[in-house]
């Protein structure tokens, strides 16, 4: 893999892991957009798609750590809307930790295929679409009041 691919992917990698788009479904679609196809089929590919995923993460601790210390605060003092923040953190964690563990060996045969990717994406899109329908149907704008 070259610098610039490497530069690429850490661009669509920090473009699309802040929005509620798969950025795991760009770095598996790239290469096929792109022309690297022998990118995908590298066993070294997973490690470095994790491992961009791992910078991420650890720029997202960076710029929000006053919210982790004080998440993590909240388990030591009377904070109840952090701790009760902390608790949907974690129990939104464990269904994606359970699927992952359950599904290990399938998930790592589906990684590098562009079609279950693109259409893992279709599937997101859908269901954002469909969330995003339905809450808007529910919310109601009160007048305003003169």
Known sequence: MTWIQIIIYALVQGITELFPVSSVGHAVMLPYLAG???ISGNNQFLPFVVMLHLGTAFALLIYFWRDWLNLIRALFTPRAKE???LGRVIVATIPAAAIGF????KLRELFPSAVS???FLVVNGLIL???LSSAEERLTVSPEVD
């Open 129 to 131: 679409f469909v969330s």
């Open 36 to 38: 690297w196809t022998h």
């Open 117 to 119: 990717a693109g259409l």
């Open 83 to 85: 701790r009760k923040l």
């Open 102 to 105: 359950l599904l290990e060996h």
